[in-house]
């Protein structure tokens, strides 16, 4: 099945930093999300972004299909960024299509 | 619009014994989805039901997982017996289409097997 794997698997930060998190997947995709797990174990969909760049207040993603990665920018980072960043790329199994996630990026910003 | 309620948010149990955890999806959303999440790791898909019938549960280990959707709206997974290997974050999601792209996620229940 389709691996992604995302890196780095640990980043800290100062308030205020800028942050490039990287997905990479195996296999063509044809979508990508995604998601910001906060210390609380709440899962929040950021982005949905099969190409291309999309930008959300401070943060932004841009996927770029055909080289198979996709990149997630923080910028000012602030404490309540952290938590863990997870990409998830859709997966044909079973006759239907299935998330399979990376082991996600967690990200400290110290005050 | 009230967001995925999942109950208990914490559990430990022994080894051996049995747990359930229970999930009430998003009002009018036909699709449930319940993940696993070991410590250190993305979730990963258990079951998926559409409406109260098994979509996909090619990953839940029958031998002592079973999880049920009656009525089409709330869930229960259980576990039984437990093992050690089994103390995860369990998570459930729900969609209005059934596809992958519009899930939205509960807060868990954190298992702790000892």
């Known amino acids: 099945g389709i691996q992604v794997e995302q890196s780095p698997p640990d980043l800290i930060l100062q308030e205020g930093a800028n942050s490039t998190l990287r997905c990479n997947f195996s296999?063509?995709?044809?979508?990508l999300q995604w998601f910001h797990q906060n210390p609380w174990g709440q899962l929040i969909n950021l982005f949905y972004?099969?190409?291309g760049t999309k930008q959300n207040g401070r943060l932004s993603a841009t996927t770029v299909a055909t080289e198979r990665y996709s990149l997630l920018y923080i910028s000012s980072s602030q404490t309540t960024d952290s938590g863990v960043y997870f990409c998830a790329v859709p997966s044909m199994r079973g006759g239907s299509e299935k998330l399979v996630f990376g082991k996600g990026t967690k990200l400290t910003v110290n005050p | 619009e009230a967001g995925v309620a999942q109950s208990p948010r914490y559990k430990i149990i022994e080894k051996r014994q049995s747990v359930a955890f229970w999930c009430n999806p998003i009002s009018g959303h036909a699709t449930l989805y319940w993940y696993q999440q070991i410590l250190g790791q993305g979730p990963k898909l258990l079951i998926q039901?559409?409406?109260?019938?098994?979509?996909?549960d090619s990953q839940l280990p029958k031998d002592r997982f079973s999880a049920e959707r009656l009525k089409g709206v709330d869930s229960t997974l259980k576990i039984q017996p437990a093992k050690l290997e089994d103390s995860a974050v369990y998570l459930c999601?729900?969609?209005?289409?059934?596809?992958?792209?519009?899930?939205?996620f509960g807060p868990g229940t954190r298992l702790l097997v000892l």
């Open positions: 972004i099969p190409s």
């Open positions: 296999d063509s995709v044809n979508n």
């Open positions: 039901f559409q409406n109260n019938g098994v979509v996909d």
């Open positions: 999601a729900s969609s209005r289409t059934g596809g992958w792209q519009t899930q939205y």
